[in-house]
């Protein structure tokens, strides 16, 4: 009974900053298509648009009547309560089971069959009968059975809000679910359920989503909304058709092909330019008639002119082709540019012994060696964070002995702040000393450089607090949670560069994606 949901030739932007370009996009039920993209390509904006949150400068978008958003912010009234809030959930599915039973005595009448089948498949799409289970489910998996169904929303913590604006998308199951970051303060019990729920689901499905496990277990499409020379699919198109193992594996190949065309294209033309300049040089170049060959000559030395002077024009135009047909320059990955390893070399050392913050943290033990890689893993709360910043000496510790042997001590926070919002990026990189240049940092688009780092995104700030980190070469390197808020690409990319550094790293990190690929040390808290 569901229907497609369709993006034609859509167009947005703002502050006279094109963010999406002429997007085309079909969604069928059943399809469950990933967004991908750096952070700023449109990913948010779009999802913003198919919810009917803005309306796009150009285009149009066309979506099932049954629609449900879960924004990045949860999207839910403050004042509501939970009860509202799941009660809102189940009402209609209530309603479709009890206006069918209704519907059930009065089969005899055309009108009142006609409606019963209808409502039927209505009912039966959202599974109506079952939702009571669903609902009580979503909210165990998702860690909200302890809930206070009286408590105000404005009473939760951002992520109890975006998990009960989750449990109840999953309970009602409408027929377009549109989807901005619903991973993001899930644990692994909650990531499990939410990936089932999703794969199970008859409807469309559009999500942008950072977690490579989820694109991984529930997309059958993505829909990357970077420029490339070859697209998505290989022909100039945004969409690929597999999960996201598949994608990055074919994205690798387009990058391949596309910086092999430039420079096949680049070295033609770099020939056909020698050629137009040399084609007119004369055979016997400075050296005049003999006696008696005269004529000869003149009739030789014109045919060698036009011979000249035709393989030239041949040559110019062939440059003409290639020039309006040019193959753009493949833009280089994100990259570090400069090690992460402080000058000289070094690297840190860690030591901790019986070490407690009360209420927090409890670690017996703990040796890193110089130049070890360490993942640091735990439930929430189970003190990754804390252990971070007591060796960063940001946290002082109630007890126990902490010693770190490091020149320099780079911590990447999780949640990034700036003491002056209204400085711009070049103004709070520069005021860090810090001797490597911004831009060989590549982090940064140097069109934001002069931006307030109070106007940045979410990823741009953290992209920003990055480059600090780095640019601090620090011999003892301290990352909370690095892949939140980034692009995959940059995930990737700084994930390479962690795997070759010479120094000292601890990592902490719910990504099951780089938990599942880690080949250093492990430690578990809790």
């Known amino acids: 009974m569901s229907h497609p949901l369709t993006v034609r030739d859509v167009s947005h932007g ?69 009860g509202d809030v799941l009660t809102q959930a189940l009402a209609p599915l209530h309603e479709a089971v009890a206006d069918l039973e209704q519907l059930a005595h009065d089969l005899a009448d055309p009108v009142a069959a006609q409606a019963y089948d209808e409502l039927l498949t209505w009912a039966t799409f959202h599974d109506a009968w079952d939702a009571d289970r669903r609902a009580q489910l979503s909210a165990q998996r998702l860690g909200l059975d302890a809930l206070d169904r009286s408590t105000r929303i404005a009473h939760l913590s951002g992520g109890q809000r975006s998990r009960l604006a989750l449990a109840a998308l999953l309970t009602r199951r409408p027929e377009c679910l549109v989807l901005d970051e619903p991973t993001n303060h899930l644990d692994d019990q909650a990531l499990e359920h939410l990936e089932a729920e999703l794969t199970q689901l008859p409807g469309v499905v559009l999500v942008a989503s950072h977690d490579r496990t989820f694109l991984d277990t529930v997309c059958t499409a993505v829909v990357d909304l970077d420029p490339s020379h070859f697209g998505t699919d290989g022909e100039g198109g945004r969409r690929f058709t597999g999960n996201y193992t598949a994608y ?17 294209q680049q070295a033609e033309l770099s020939d056909l330019r020698t050629a137009a ?23 030789k030395g014109s045919r060698v002119q036009k011979s000249a002077a035709r393989r030239s024009r041949d040559a110019q135009q062939r440059i003409e082709v290639l020039e309006r047909d040019r193959v753009p320059k493949p833009r280089p990955p994100l990259a570090f540019a400069a090690d992460v390893a402080a000058a000289g070399g070094g690297a840190g050392s860690v030591r901790v012994r019986e070490l407690v913050v009360d209420g927090r943290l409890r670690l017996p033990r703990l040796d890193i060696a110089a130049g070890e890689h360490v993942l640091v893993e735990g439930a929430n709360g189970s003190g990754k964070s804390t252990l971070l910043k007591v060796l960063a000496g940001r946290i002082e510790p109630d007890a126990g002995d902490v010693q770190v042997s490091a020149r320099r001590v780079g911590l990447l926070t999780q949640d990034v702040e700036f003491a002056d919002p209204v400085s711009t990026v070049r103004a709070t990189y520069r005021a860090t000393g810090s001797e490597l240049l911004l831009g060989e940092l590549g982090l940064i688009h140097p069109r934001d450089v002069d931006r307030p780092v109070g106007l940045l995104s979410e990823g741009q700030q953290r992209r920003l607090a990055l480059a600090i980190v780095i640019g601090e070469q620090p011999d003892l390197l301290l990352l909370d949670e690095p892949t939140n808020h980034l692009s995959l690409a940059l995930v990737e990319e700084v994930e390479a560069a962690l795997s070759r550094t010479p120094v000292t790293v601890l990592v902490a990190s719910h990504d099951r994606w780089l938990r599942e690929r880690w080949g250093g040390t492990r430690v578990l808290l809790g």
């Open 14 to 82: 703002y502050a006279g900053r094109t963010v999406l370009d002429h997007i085309d996009l079909t969604v069928a039920p059943g399809q469950r298509v990933g967004l991908i993209g750096e952070n700023g390509s449109g990913k948010s904006t779009l999802i913003r648009l198919v919810a009917g949150i803005e309306q796009p400068d150009h285009g149009t978008i066309t979506t099932p009547n049954d629609l449900g958003h879960l924004a990045q912010d949860s999207g839910l009234d403050p004042n509501d309560t939970v």
């Open 248 to 264: 990055l594996r074919f994205r690798h190949e387009s990058q391949r092909r596309w910086e092999e065309a430039y420079a096949v």
């Open 277 to 299: 300049r040399t084609a007119t040089s004369d055979v016997a170049h400075n050296r005049g008639p003999r006696d008696n060959d005269k004529f000869i000559h003149a009739f």
